[in-house]
């Protein structure tokens, strides 16, 4: 009988050495997964921009104008859910603020959106084109703000 608590705790040394996923680390990979999925629904954005740009350039891309901007329409309201990688880099007590303020852009960037739709469905071309430049001009600076270039 002398055997069996170094034999137990032969067995139950793996039990307990086992690696677990510690609590930061399962934050970081949740944090990471959305921020892909944050990027990759901005990228679907950026390409829609891009064919939207193409389809206004006459009033007979109106339809498809219509079709990309449902698109960045979709994207765009997922995205005001989610939260910029780059949240994570401020202090707890700016995070709230920052996390507001790249909700409400979002909020305007889809308020510009909207404006761009009714211009397509009155035809108003010299409105399109206003509503375009506005939603476009956007981009900059919110880019600069929420997504900063690696090495910024």
Same mark, same amino acid.
Request: hydrophobic share 40%; with cysteine.
């Given at each position: 009988?002398? @055997?069996?608590?170094?034999? *137990?705790?032969?067995?139950?040394?793996p039990a307990f050495s086992a690696p677990r996923p510690c609590p930061l680390q &399962?934050?970081?990979?949740?944090h990471e997964k959305l921020e892909t999925e944050l990027a990759g629904r901005m990228?679907?954005?950026?390409?829609? *921009?891009?064919?939207?740009?193409? #389809?206004?350039?006459?009033?007979? /891309?109106?339809?498809?104008?219509?079709?990309?901007?449902?698109?960045?329409?979709?994207?765009?309201?997922v995205c005001k859910l989610l939260v910029p990688a780059s949240a994570a880099e401020? =202090?707890? =007590?700016? %995070? /709230?603020? @920052?996390?507001?303020?790249?909700?409400?852009?979002?909020? #305007? @960037?889809?308020?510009?959106?909207?404006? *761009? &739709?009714?211009?397509? *469905?009155?035809? #108003?071309?010299?409105?399109?084109? =206003?509503? @375009?430049?506005?939603? %476009?001009?956007?981009?900059? =600076?919110?880019?600069?703000?929420?997504?900063?270039?690696? /090495? #910024?």
């Amino acid at each position: 009988m002398r @055997f069996v608590p170094p034999l *137990l705790a032969v067995l139950l040394i793996p039990a307990f050495s086992a690696p677990r996923p510690c609590p930061l680390q &399962e934050q970081r990979e949740k944090h990471e997964k959305l921020e892909t999925e944050l990027a990759g629904r901005m990228e679907k954005i950026e390409h829609a *921009l891009k064919r939207l740009r193409k #389809d206004l350039k006459d009033t007979n /891309g109106y339809p498809a104008a219509l079709a990309a901007l449902a698109e960045i329409q979709e994207q765009s309201l997922v995205c005001k859910l989610l939260v910029p990688a780059s949240a994570a880099e401020r =202090s707890e =007590s700016e %995070r /709230g603020a @920052f996390v507001t303020s790249y909700r409400r852009t979002m909020v #305007d @960037f889809l308020t510009r959106q909207l404006e *761009l &739709e009714a211009a397509l *469905l009155d035809q #108003d071309a010299e409105a399109v084109k =206003s509503a @375009f430049e506005r939603l %476009r001009a956007m981009e900059d =600076s919110s880019h600069e703000r929420f997504a900063p270039e690696e /090495g #910024d």
